[in-house]
């Protein structure tokens, strides 16, 4: 799970129960997606479950919208910034024309053959 650092102490976060964000001010070099869960410290090192609510977008920049949960334990932090996610194996559009591409030719090649 990605930790990112907010530029904000954990005191200007009470009251609410969510932030929107620019990528550019969260301490992470990874772009977030929707729906994805992150562990969010602010200045005072106060960490917080955070999930990814939806994306904006200026000319220049993302803006995340987090949803915040409550303050969490260290051990629970440890525990879940060591676990590995299983990675995500995308197929682009590129790769997926490829494959078409290679189909094609194996059952044009089948055909002669048959």
Do not use: K, N
Request: aromatic content about 4%; hydrophobic content about 40%.
């Amino acid at each position: 799970m990605i930790i990112a650092d907010l530029p904000l102490a954990d005191a200007d976060l009470h009251g609410y129960d969510g932030i929107d964000v620019p990528h550019h001010r969260i301490a992470t070099s990874d772009p977030l997606e929707p729906g994805q869960l992150l562990v969010v410290r602010t200045l005072d090192g106060v960490c917080r479950c955070a999930e990814v609510v939806g994306l904006g977008f200026t000319p220049t920049e993302t803006v995340y919208e987090l949803r915040l949960g409550q303050p969490m334990r260290g051990e629970v932090v440890r525990s879940l910034i060591q676990r590995r996610p299983a990675p995500r194996r995308w197929v682009s559009d590129a790769d997926l024309v490829g494959m078409l591409v290679d189909c094609e030719r194996m059952q044009r090649r089948s055909e002669r053959i048959s």
